[in-house]
């Protein structure tokens, strides 16, 4: 068969034979039936031809899914929705509070913590049932880049700072753990010295069954570059005001008014929104 013999393009650079179980997964992920699923393959297989990217199968089967209903295709584009919280990272450090926040625990961004040896400025500091952890976000605005060992190896050493001295100041609380939580993938190495040096690893996929994407479709805490009805400069004034999540945007007329939508378009889009964060 032709999707079984044809090589892709992958955003890394490598090159791969086509997987139609992948896409399959993909499209299902995104909530369309098995009817339309099948009819989405069936016209990308007819459309492949040798080098073809990833990324244009996902722009085609984007548009197919968009045009049957734009929910589809919102759940679809979640991996590159967040790739858009760039490119500083500090929106993705807000997408990741925002879910431990839904998650049970109390948490502060961007504090300083006083180290044996140096002070460090720590991403997120989350605490539930008296138990902290101090959480470094490492994002990616490339596609195809993953978060090698020497993020981890990092991380880790300044863990170890700030808890030697947390203890001998018999600060409130007990630092439990410290993690690691990234917008792309981690490498074996990565995993294996996270793993073995107590490290807490979140990432698109890992841990398996409990990586962000699990995370963020189980609590709906989808971010608002998900959105297939707003434009790219409504989801930049979105972010700048500290709206990340689409539930942020749900029953809030002020933005969507402050940025002079119509009312035809405001009722289009809460109408998203309401599907995407709603059982």
Known sequence: MKYETTGILKSSGERAKFSIDKLHSSLKHSGANENLINRIINTIGNELYEGISTKEIY??????????????????????????????????????????????????????????????????????????????CKFHGEEGRNCNVKIPLYINSRYNDVIVHWENKKEKGRI??????????????????????????????????????????????YPITVSTLLTNREKHFLLSRDIVLCRQLIGDKFFLDHLKVSEERKEKIYSELGQLCNP
């Open 176 to 221: 439990e753990n410290g993690w690691v939580v990234t917008n792309t993938r981690f490498t074996k190495d990565a995993i294996q010295y996270g793993e073995c040096a107590g490290l807490y690893l979140l990432s698109w996929d890992y841990p398996k069954n409990d990586g962000l994407k699990e995370r963020i479709d189980r609590l709906r805490l």
């Open 59 to 136: 722009n085609r089967a984007f548009t197919l899914l968009k045009q049957k209903k734009s929910v589809f295709a919102s759940k679809y584009k979640l991996k590159k929705a967040i790739y858009e919280l760039g490119p500083t990272g500090f929106p993705f450090e807000k997408f990741v509070a925002a879910i431990l926040e839904f998650s049970g625990y109390n948490v502060q961004l961007n504090q300083n913590i006083s180290g044996i040896c140096v002070s460090h400025e720590i991403d997120i500091i989350a605490e539930r049932n008296k138990k902290i952890s101090i959480i470094e």
